[in-house]
């Protein structure tokens, strides 16, 4: 069975672009998540959606960040007007809508 | 705030040995645990995970220790093999199908 799948796995954008990073969640998992990592921060979540419906935002920043998930076998992350300090691995998860939650490789954003 | 918190920062071990790591929390309404292996490149991996109603947990050579009380964990790896060097991360929820909040990471080095 394919696991969560992540596309593009690497992404370079200049500053001031705009990045739209995808995931597929694990066929059946209604769950998916939305995760950032860096050296300095380490693992932060950002969003999280269930059924579709967007359940949490609270790790998204204000600005120029937006996620959506317009059916059950996609979502997607937007980050409008890319920073350098946007630069990161952005990690998608699914879950069965129970405790455990497996991730996707991940997309490799750099931000010149 | 950190609220998961993991030491060491990085281990290193012999082969054979068994590696432990550390983990601690501070808000009482976590009640997952989940323990993560990730190598370079690569997403975090769903490794071994505990609910807060069990003491231990084991499955091959990782065993979890949970101390309710104290608020803390531990991943013991027995058998330490070469392949098991990579980055350790220890995370907590409260509630299934919720935000992981993870720690810092344990980066574990196994000598042959």
């Known amino acids: 069975n394919a696991g969560v799948i992540q596309t593009p796995r690497h992404k370079v954008t200049g500053k001031g672009q705009e990045a739209t990073l995808w995931c597929e969640p694990i066929s059946g998992h209604s769950a998916v998540f939305w995760y950032r990592q860096t050296i300095v921060q380490g693992l932060e979540f950002l969003t999280y959606f269930r059924n579709q419906a967007p359940i949490d935002d609270s790790g998204m920043p204000k600005e120029r960040f937006s996620a959506q998930m317009p059916n059950q076998s996609h979502s997607t992350l937007k980050i409008q007007s890319t920073q350098p300090q946007d630069s990161a691995v952005y990690l998608c998860a699914s879950s069965l809508v129970a405790y455990e939650q497996y991730f996707g490789p991940g997309t490799r954003l750099t931000v010149l | ?112």
């Open chain 2, 1 to 112: 705030q950190q609220q998961v918190r993991q030491s060491p920062q990085s281990l290193t071990v012999w082969e054979g040995e068994t590696a432990i790591l550390n983990c601690s929390y501070e808000n009482s309404a976590f009640d997952y645990f989940p323990w993560y292996q990730q190598f370079p490149g690569e997403g975090p991996a769903l490794l071994i995970s505990i609910l807060s109603v069990s003491n231990k947990k084991e499955d091959g050579r990782f065993t979890i220790f949970f101390n309710k009380r104290e608020k803390k964990l531990s991943l013991h790896i027995a058998d330490s093999q070469p392949g098991d060097s990579a980055t350790y991360f220890c995370a907590a929820s409260a509630g299934f199908a919720s935000a992981l909040t993870f720690g810092s990471g344990t980066k574990v080095i196994v000598l042959p």
